[in-house]
């Protein structure tokens, strides 16, 4: 199948998600204004699906991006695929509502297209009850993840969701949501990390089993911010066999390093404010890996996460000790 940039993947629920997607977290020192500049930049060259959350704190810049290409005409409302994401401190369930309210007010937006459970924890501020105050230490909470998930699809009734999901979820997890009792709405989809050192292939062959499309963070290796990722691990788009494969096809390690996870099948969130780069790596859709070298970058699989969240691994929900 020729992929191209406008390529919408349906998901379960009937509503279409454009199978690249402009990813907008930055470290906090980076200027928020850059975002905002950078999404127009990405819709004018053609990008139409992007991702943000609640926590990265930049809604609102994003918004005013999507906001001013939407009043300069160059798109509709309709036209952009914008995902939100509901922070832990919002899974009660009287909670979760007011989180989307939040998320739709600080992105200037009547509906989200796509909103997710970031993470499979709940957690609460310490010694304060505001679940917006990102600055206060968490502390673990135990919310039932099927009560947020009744929250969420009552919100999508409300009709200010069109599609719910989940992120960083494992297959137990994923389970408990696809068994509850009365379930309305499955996941359209499941966020996680997912790049040639970590292929995430049985979480993928079981999300495919239950029509749940797999949508993938740090493609390119992450954003390595040092408070989140261990800087002693290899640069992705550093490794030989990768600048190898790119070099043969006369094309970046980046595009190689995306139009693999996208011919394995997968949406592709990549992140760039680089004017430059948000260009270039639309070059993805101009080339085609050949199955020998989808089995070379396959090979480089060594299961290997960049943002392993190591702060929550002693919360009883934390999803990656489970093998998938
Ligand atoms: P990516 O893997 O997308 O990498 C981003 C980095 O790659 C940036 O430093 C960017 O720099 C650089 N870059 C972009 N294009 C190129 C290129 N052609 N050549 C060289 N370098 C390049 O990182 P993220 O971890 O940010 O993941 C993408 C998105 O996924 C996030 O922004 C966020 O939206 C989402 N995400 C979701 C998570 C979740 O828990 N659900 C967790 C983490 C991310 P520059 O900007 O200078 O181009």
Not at 37 to 57: L, M, N, P, Q, S
Not at 123 to 137: I, R, T, V, Y
Not at 312 to 320: I, L
């Amino acid at each position: 199948m020729t992929l191209t940039k406008e390529t919408r993947v349906t998901l379960n629920d009937g509503n279409m998600m454009p199978i690249l997607g402009l990813g907008t977290y930055a470290s906090p020192d980076v200027p928020k204004s850059l975002a905002e500049e950078a999404v127009k930049i990405a819709i004018d060259v053609g990008y139409r699906h992007i991702d943000c959350a609640f926590i990265t704190g930049n809604e609102m810049h994003i918004g005013n991006g999507i906001r001013s290409k939407i009043s300069d005409g160059t798109v509709k409302r309709e036209d952009i695929f914008y995902t939100g994401k509901l922070w832990c401190t919002y899974f009660s369930p009287e909670m979760v509502r007011k989180g989307l309210e939040r998320s739709l007010r600080d992105v200037g937006m009547d509906y989200l297209d796509l909103f997710l459970m970031h993470w499979p924890v709940s957690l609460k501020p310490s010694g304060a009850s505001d679940p917006s105050d990102k600055d206060k230490p968490f502390i673990y909470d135990n919310v039932d993840l099927c009560a947020t998930w009744e929250a969420l699809e009552a919100c999508k009734d409300a009709g200010l969701v069109r599609s719910l999901g989940v992120s960083n979820f494992n297959r137990r997890q994923l389970e408990r949501i696809l068994n509850k009792p009365g379930l309305k709405y499955k996941p359209v989809c499941n966020q996680v990390e997912c790049h040639i050192y970590l292929g995430q292939s049985k979480l993928q062959a079981y999300c495919k089993s239950k029509d749940i499309i797999l949508v993938a963070y740090s493609v390119l290796g992450s954003h390595r911010d040092k408070d989140w990722v261990d800087l002693s691990l290899p640069v992705l788009l550093e490794d030989p066999v990768l600048c190898k494969v790119a070099a043969k096809y006369n094309r970046t390690p980046a595009e190689v390093a995306m139009r693999f996870v996208l011919q394995n099948e997968i949406v592709v969130l990549a992140k760039s404010f680089s004017a430059a780069r948000l260009k270039q790596n639309l070059g993805v859709f101009d080339f085609e890996i050949n199955p020998e070298d989808m089995k070379i970058l396959k090979s480089l699989d060594k299961n290997l996460h960049y943002g392993p969240f190591k702060e929550m691994k002693e919360h009883p929900e934390y999803p990656f000790d489970d093998e998938y």
